[in-house]
Nanobody, 120 residues
Framework: QVQLVESGGGLVQPGGSLRLSCAAS????????MNWYRQAPGKERELVAH????????DYSDSVKGRFTISRDNAKNTMYLQMNSLKPEDTAVYYC?????????????WGQGTQVTVSS
């Protein structure tokens, strides 16, 4: 049974930091590229950060570049998102995503999401 479980969300003041975790099980984690998405109320889900299967390459949306850091530990089947200098516009539900190329198209797994609220 495939599971992606996010944790670490919460309420933080502007300028503060949070570290999100995504624990994976039920599939070969090290074979999958991983992504963090977020969705704010009334907005579409957007890609925030990406990391390749071995962790050798990362990419970020312009809105978080320089503030967020994605990482993974394949020995622990876990991905992380370190979020610094948080802004109110970072408020959203953050989702963990695993993606690989399957024989008939991409294979996607999603977590349930964790709420991040940046407010004073």
């Amino acid at each position: 049974q495939v599971q992606l479980v996010e944790s670490g969300g919460g309420l933080v003041q502007p300028g503060g930091s949070l570290r999100l975790s995504c624990a994976a099980s039920g599939f070969t984690f090290s074979n999958y590229a991983m992504n963090w998405y977020r969705q704010a109320p009334g907005k579409e889900r957007e890609l925030v950060a990406h990391i390749t299967s071995a962790g050798g390459s990362t990419d970020y949306s312009d809105s978080v570049k320089g503030r967020f850091t994605i990482s993974r530990d394949n020995a622990k089947n876990t991905m992380y998102l370190q979020m610094n200098s948080l802004k109110p516009e970072d408020t959203a539900v953050y989702y963990c995503n695993a993606r690989a190329k399957g024989a008939w198209g991409p294979v996607d797994y999603w977590g349930q999401g964790t709420q991040v609220t940046v407010s004073s």
